[in-house]
């Protein structure tokens, strides 16, 4: 929910309910741990009741723990954080699944696949960035597929996702690669017909998770 219309921000989750999407992924960003702005848990909370889709809230900031109880009260179903964050620990982890929520890790680019290992079984979701974090629209990275793989490898039974660059061409080797949850932004906001664009893009995702979240 980064290249959608945020003057229509109701309407657009409207649709993208309609048109079948499992997951709502909300970026957060606070123009400190990338350089962008974007919004808070406020605007994740009044958005909560129109759908039954995951909510998933990416906290792109320094100090997640700083602000994690705010998206735990959101009813964020999701909540990933990066381990290059500041105050990252597993002590984050351990508060959202205390909460029932599911606990996601990132991992920027830079970070390498092995920094998952000695964190196997403590998240539910480890997130792959493809791009840097901070803007939409940006081209999916070359080694990203082969770093999923890496992350896929050494996450236990986590789901591993990828966030950057997830259109009709990168979601299938993102897919054999071994990710089955895909962060899809310009793919879908670019097109008019959503459902048109979450049909294409399921049908493509085909890997070793087909049947998870999508
Ligand atoms: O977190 C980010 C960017 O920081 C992503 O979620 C992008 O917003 C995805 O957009 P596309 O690359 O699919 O356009």
Known sequence: MLK???ARLADEVDLLDAAGAKALHWDVM????VPNLSYGAMVIADLRERTDAVFDAHLMVSEPGKY???YLKAGCDLITVHVEAEDFSVDLLNRMRDADVAAGICLNPETPAERVRDLEGRFDLC????VNPGFGGQSYLPGSS???AAV????GAAIVGVDGGIGPDTIGPAAAAGASYF???SSVFNREDYAAAVKDLGAAATGPGSGAVR
Request: net charge negative; hydrophobic share 40%.
């Open 4 to 6: 959608c219309d945020f």
């Open 30 to 33: 606070d123009g400190h741990f």
């Open 68 to 70: 994690l109880d705010e």
């Open 127 to 130: 997130l792959v960035m493809s």
């Open 146 to 148: 082969e770093k999923i």
């Open 152 to 155: 896929a490898a050494s996450s």
């Open 183 to 185: 962060v899809c932004g």
